[in-house]
Each structure stands twice: as C-alpha cells, then as structure tokens.
C-alpha cells in the first residue's frame, strides 16, 4: 500500500467508534459540503450539489406528474404577517432571521427571511382566489430557508436550507385532506424509488405537530445508528391560514366560504438521510439513480508514452456509456497512484468502477467493481453497457434490501416502559408499542429516554390494540418511537 | 363579439400609448407575475415561473457543457467580507438589505443578504485553492439575490431577483480572458437560439462596469420601443478580489501567485427581454422553444350531451402530440365563450392555437392558428404532428427574423452630436459613434440626452476610426449608445 493510501484511508472516523464524526468526515472529505465562516451556513460543493439536482429533479417530476405547478414567492416576511398565525408565530419566531436596514435606512417594518411560507403564501393566495372556480390551488416552490439553529450539523440542520414547499387550497375538508395523503405517498415512494430509503408513513402526535396545522404526517426512515429520521412532512392546514389570512372564496352556492389547506416539504436533509442509510467505513454507497457519477473510469497507466491506446480506448468506453445514459467521470490523474484513486472513489459511493489497462485491451474486455461487495465483473466489451445498466439496477436493489433488512432487525414491539428501556439501549431502532397518546407519558418518555413519538403509522399491525406500554391505558393503536436527529 | 371578449381585450394599453404601462399590463394579466405586499418583491406565478424554467434548463445545460458545476453558497455575507474589496463595497452597500437579529438576539455583526457573491464565495475559494491542480475551477450557482431598489419593476428590477451567477478561478490572465469571452458567447449564442433575441455583445466603458472588474463584458439587447436592455454580463475581475480575498495558489514553479477570476451572470430580468422583444398589442408572442405552452387545443364545445366525441378527440391529439415532445394545454372550460379562450391565449403567447369540432372530426382534419400572423392551416390530421413540429420552427425563425429587421432599421451611424440627439429621438434604437472614450463626454451625453454607452462592441465596422463624434478627438472604435431599461 503508497503511503498515500493509508493517509487516506486513515483520515475517515470508524462509524462504530464515533458516528457523529464519521458522517461529519465523510459530509467533508468526500466534497458533498462543508462549513463557511457564516455560522451554521454550509456551502454544498459540486459533488453535493450535483447529488441534491439528482435528488431534486425526480422529485420535481413527481410533484408536476401530480398536477401542481412551480412558482416562486418572496423571501421575505413582513413581521406583522408572521403574526397573524398564533402557534404558527410561536412556533416560529424564535428561529427568524430579521432584516431591519436597507442601504443605510431603518426599515418600518422588520422582514423575516422565510422560515417556512405558509404566512407570506397565504396573504398572496388571499388576493389570487375568488370563485370555486379557482379552486384547487395546487403549487410548489424549490427555495432556500433560514431558520436560525442554536446547533447546527451539516445537511441535517444548517441555518439556511434549500427545501420544496408546496402550498395547495382546496374546497373541501375532504379534497384537503386527500391532498395531504397523496403527497405524503408521493414522499415514500420517492424515498423508496428513488433514494433506496424505506420509510414508515404515519401521523404525528400533537406535540410534534407543524406550528398552525391541524394534522401532521411524516415520511419516518431510520439510520443506520439506530436513530430515525423526519425525511419529509405532508400537513393537513385545516382552515387556520385561511381564517388567519383570509382566504375565502364564493362557492358554487353563493355563500363565501375559507379555503382548506396544505402543504408539504422535503429538503436537504435527504442528503443526510442518504449518507447515513448506507454508507460504511470506506465511504458513501451512493444509490446509481441519484449518484452523480454512476460508473467511474480508471485507466491504468504507466507511464505517458505508454498511455495513448488506453486512454483512446477509455474514450470509446466513456462515450459509449454517455450514450446510453450512464453519468460517468474518468480519472486520469498521474500524480497518484490507482490504489489512491480507488480508496477515494470507494469513498465518495460511485456505484461502480471501471478498470481498463492494455491486458484488459488485449483480452477486448473491462473490469467492473460493484461498490457494495467489491466484486470484480471480467466483462466482455460487447456487453459492457448492458452489464453496466444491469449491476447499477441490482445495486440499487441492493440498498433498498440491506435498508429494508436493517429496519427489520432495528423495528421492536414493546409490552412494557421497561422493555421499551431496554430496547432502546439495544438494539435501538424504533421501539413500537400500543400507546394510548397521553401527552404527559409522551413528555416523560422524551424526558427520561431521549426518544420521540415518531409517528403512528398509517399501516398499524393486527394486535395493534392492547393497554399503553406505558399508562396501561387501553390504547387503539401503536406508536413508532426513536432517538431522532 | 360577446361581451366578455370586448372587456378582455379593452383590458391591455396600447403600446404605443404607454411602452411602460403595456408592459406591467402584460406581465400581470397574463399571469407571469405581479406585485406583493413586499415591498419591490413579485411573485413570479405559475405561467412565469414556467417560462422561467425554459429559460434556466438550456442556459444550465450549456454551462455544463462548457466544463462549469453547479454549487450553492450562502445567502448572507458578513459585513467584515462585504467591506474587502474598496470598489465592490462602494457599488453594493447602498443597496445591501443587512439582517442585524436573528430570534430576540442582535446579531455581533450584521449579515448583508447577497448582492451578488464575489465576496462570500472569494472567500471559501480563498480555502480551496493551494495548488496549479487546484485550478480552473469553474462553478456556477443558481440562486436569488437582493438589492434594495427605489424604483422597481417587474422582472426588470427587483428587491429580490433570481440568476445564475459564475465564479471561476484560473491560472493565468490570458485564462481569465479566454473564459471571460467563452461565457459571453455563450450567453449571445443562447440568447439568439432560445430566446430569439439578437444581442450585441460588447465591452463596457469604465463607467457601466461592475464594481470591483478589471473588464466588463455584456450581451445588449434592443426592446421594441427603442430602449436596449442589459441581457447578461461577464466580467474579467483580474486579481481584484483574489487579492482582497487573499485566493492564492502554489505554481508549477514553485512560487506562490494569485488566481484570475471571473464571474458572469443572466437573471429573471430576461423574461423582460423576451417580452419586450417580441410582443405586440394583443399579448405576449412567447418563442416556441421557451413557451410554457407551445400549443393550445381549444375543442369547439356545444353543450355537454353533444360534445363527447370532440373531447375524446382532443385527449387523443393531446396525447399523440405530447408524445411527440411537444408541450401542450387544452381548454376545455365551459363557462367561457370560444372568442374569449382565443383572446385569452393569444394574450398569454402561446405560439399555435389547435382548434378541432365536429365538423373537423368529420373532415378528418384539424386547424392550426400561428399567433404571429393568425394564418390558419387546416391540416389532415395524419400530417398534424410535423406540421406543428414544423409551424414551431416557422414561428421561432420568425420572432428572431422580426427582432433583426427591428434592430437594423433601429441602429444608427452618427458623425455629429447633433445627429446623434436627432436620431435618439427617431427612430431611437442603437445609436452608433466612433467615440474617443472620454468619461466626461460620456457623462455628459448621458445628462443632456439620457443616453448610456451601452458597450464598444467586439465586432467593429470596417470604417470605425476616425473623429469622435462628440469631442472630434481621434477614436479608434465606435461605440453603441442606447436609452436603456
């Protein structure tokens, strides 16, 4: 082994050892993002961005195959409009970044930068809707948000976001709330489809509720260190916006009535969720249908004079897969050796690498490397696309199963508060009991344990129904808790 | 005409009337955009955020083809950042919104929301870059930026704008130029193809040039009613900021040197541009291959028992034209008159109407209607596909056709100051000058005439040199002066 491999290798923190700092090494190391000087600001670097346009473009397709529309709405929220919501303003306030001077001139009024837009939305929405025939509302903004966080960590919770926020406004309780559910499905399908990440449906207890909904419902995945994450929220808005921002419409039988509203949101975070699905001691493992780079090409080179058949050669390859669609990169550095380039390659989750060198020429052949278990594929060159195609579809696979099996194995149904103790120091995961959703027992197991009501999902199982693990209180569902970043 | 009609129409300024008047007309009623409570903020609405979306996606693809990656910096800039480069803060801090709390706390130093990101981002790259390896680097950041404007109008000066915005670094000047040019190609290139807008591209004069450049670059485009509009700009900023951002690198050599930069930017301000291009009294003429819409079915609709087989119809051509890559809405609404839903979308640009009825469905045929010249093709419906394909081409060979011939009878060559005021007033347009590039003659046709030098542009005519036309001192080169947006 170079010595620059060790240093390499040697520079990333053993995720058993402490995972806070490994995700936080590999965030850094692998060029996803990175701290500024603007405190809890991050600066998503190429190689992050490139994956949040992956994560994002997909999505975008599903949000307008879903029949709503983009648009885009003011950063700013005049303070008196973010008061006119109370739980939202509570719920909010605390984490606003304010603008009080333009140029050298106070300002009248402070403007918020947007924490979340149902305010500023809403005071537009009230000016758009008149008639029933309006009616649905159905729009979606991509944006960036600031909230400002006492403790930040990159991707997961930074002072400025970029997220969607869709805001929709419907004519009924009932095409809300369908509302609210189709998207909330769109979410975990996308999870699943798109970012190899099974996640648990379900509706949130009040005290985890957005600040002005009637119903929250959250898209649940687990990390791979046992803690869950709020991948993305769907909420049924009821009428409290409509009420507060006055938003009415003349409905078809001629009596004014408020619009019902919702809105839902996934973000940056998603990167997060990502990396801490699947990564492992040597790096990212990123999913093939969002990673930036699909296939990475490694010449294997000796020497300038000796290169140019093998570099004409990875070209063709590089071309040919370009052709059908694959994203690959060519490393063709000569200042580091291919073990360097592999470990580095390994580290920042391309599916696969291919290695060609002039015996694989002569033999008309590639090998391919699948990043999950190393295995080498001699692949003829008349099948190297067809093989590449196939091996990023059985990665893909791949991941959604080893989530799927590490959730199973991390998923425990309690009986008893003790149970749920124990469980909860090992193995973690998300600790499932009946609960009867007494808040008090709720506070106390968060106080006591660290852990959150997560969700109750929206699939309970047959003997859902029993006496609270905790109050032993007839409970008529199950609650998913966990440790949660 | 039905009444509906007439009050739809009545509803635009003419443009002759009032240039300034038909233009906020156009951008509101047809549901681009429109004004918020927010001071100098629009909303950016469906209709336009799409068309904005048309705009973005080819101009992104071409930045990635020409080597840039996209990246996301933060929105604020400390004030200690802003006040490095001398030039840079005395051109920006007058339009700076600062944020000076965050929650109930007063900010240590306040945060300016970005202008523009020469500052933030020459700042991170000052810790990226060590080495020659290191460099170019080349990145681009889609993002909104705020500048506090007194007098604000939609899409062409607003608080908050979105753009793209592109920050390189390279090695050597003759790199920084050689870059500084490619994006400025690109940009007249993009403009000329996607937007049909035929854009001189020119350098600035020391006055027009951005604060903190060695040189600025832009794309000058001619608005209908005579005034030119700054499409984009591309600055050669030298070492000016990589010496207050202290952006240095260690050279092949061995000796340690400063990177070249550039930076080069295009925002909403364009769907102006493309409105003031190409549209006339009765609405918007959107270039096909930008258009939300290209193509809008209006089926001719009787009452509901009979118009089954008409909607049936629609859905198939919907459908077979979609699958044809072509972007497409139907109008089925019944609660307005065919005459209204023409108007209407004539207004809103859509470049070909499709309509079909029953009498169309018996001859087998459909009709077409060019919203340049209102031509209708009755069409067989086999041939209805390339036709459209071909009728799209027609209407976006035409716009820029129709921006040419407008721009030629509108640029003027004048060899007198006199000339020069005459024929500001008519025709208007491009007035153009063999000009010395004396700053005070420059100021003072801009305080007499309201005229601005709007660049020297790259390609000279043959006989530029010869007397000023102002100061009748030798000049080397002519130079384009317009009234300007």
């Keep these: 082994m170079a010595k620059n491999e060790k240093q390499f290798v040697k520079e990333l923190t053993d995720r058993e050892d402490d995972f806070s700092q490994w995700y936080i090494d590999l965030v850094r190391k692998t060029g996803l993002a990175d701290y500024t000087m603007v405190k809890g600001c991050m600066v998503i670097k190429p190689y992050g961005y490139a994956l949040w346009e992956n994560v994002r473009d997909p ?16 950063l700013f929220v005049p303070q008196s409009l973010l008061l006119k919501e109370a739980e939202h303003v509570q719920g909010f306030a605390p984490e606003c970044a304010w603008v009080t001077r333009a140029g050298s001139e106070e300002l009248e009024e402070p403007l918020a930068i947007r924490p979340t837009s149902e305010a500023i939305i809403g005071s537009i929405y009230a000016d758009w809707i008149h008639s029933y025939r309006d009616l649905p509302v159905l729009i979606n903004q991509w944006a960036n948000v600031v909230r400002w966080e006492k403790r930040t960590r990159l991707f997961l919770r930074t002072t400025e976001f970029l997220w969607q926020e869709g805001h929709t406004c419907h004519r009924t309780a009932e095409e809300a709330q369908a509302e609210t559910m189709k998207m909330l499905e769109v979410y975990r399908e996308f999870l699943e489809t798109e970012l190899a990440i099974p996640a648990v449906a379900g509706v949130k207890s009040a005290a985890e509720r957005f600040a002005g909904a009637q119903e929250t419902y959250a898209v649940e995945a687990l990390m791979s260190n046992g803690w869950a994450l709020q991948a993305g929220t769907s909420h049924n808005l009821g009428q409290h916006f409509a009420k507060a921002f006055d938003i009415k419409f003349l409905d078809e039988d001629n009596t004014e009535k408020f619009v019902w509203q919702t809105s839902w949101g996934v973000s940056t975070r998603l990167i997060g969720g990502i990396i801490m699905t699947h990564s492992d001691n040597s790096g990212l493992r990123l999913p093939p249908r969002v990673a930036p780079y699909q296939v990475v090409i490694v010449p294997v080179m000796f020497g300038k004079d000796k290169d140019a058949p093998t570099l004409e050669k990875t070209d063709k390859i ?4 370009k052709a059908a669609g694959v994203r690959v990169t ?56 067809a093989k590449v195609k196939a091996l990023l579809e059985e ?28 469980t909860l120091e090992s193995p973690g995961g998300f600790v499932v009991g009946a609960f009867s959703g007494d808040a008090e027992a709720e506070n106390r197991i968060k106080a006591e344990t660290k852990a959150t009501l997560r969700c109750y999902p929206l699939s ?23 440790r949660a970043f």
Tied chains: 1, 2.
């Excluded at 550095?333 to 696969?352: A, C, L, Q, S, T």
């Excluded at 290695?355 to 033999?363: A, F, H």
């Excluded at 199973?408 to 749920?420: P, Q």
Aim: some cysteine; proline content about 6%.
């Design 318 to 321: 590089a071309k040919e897969l």
């Design 59 to 74: 999505l975008d397709r599903r949000i307008k195959d879903t029949g709503h529309q983009n648009a885009c709405f003011p």
């Design 460 to 482: 309970q199982p047959e003997d859902a129904a029993g006496p609270c693990f905790i109050t032993g209180k007839p409970a008529g569902k199950v609650a998913y808790f966990a």
């Design 330 to 385: 060519v490393d063709t550095r000569d200042n580091v050796k291919p073990g360097f380039k592999y470990n580095e390659w390994e580290m920042k989750g391309v599916p696969i690498r291919l290695e060609v060198g002039p015996r694989d020429i002569e033999k008309g052949q590639v090998v391919l490397v699948n990043r999950l278990n190393r295995e080498k594929h001699f692949t003829p060159e008349a099948e190297m696309t």
């Design 395 to 422: 990665i893909q696979a791949g991941l959604l199963k080893h989530a799927l099996e590490y959730r199973e194995t991390h998923t425990t149904r309690v009986r008893s508060y003790d149970e749920f103790k124990e």
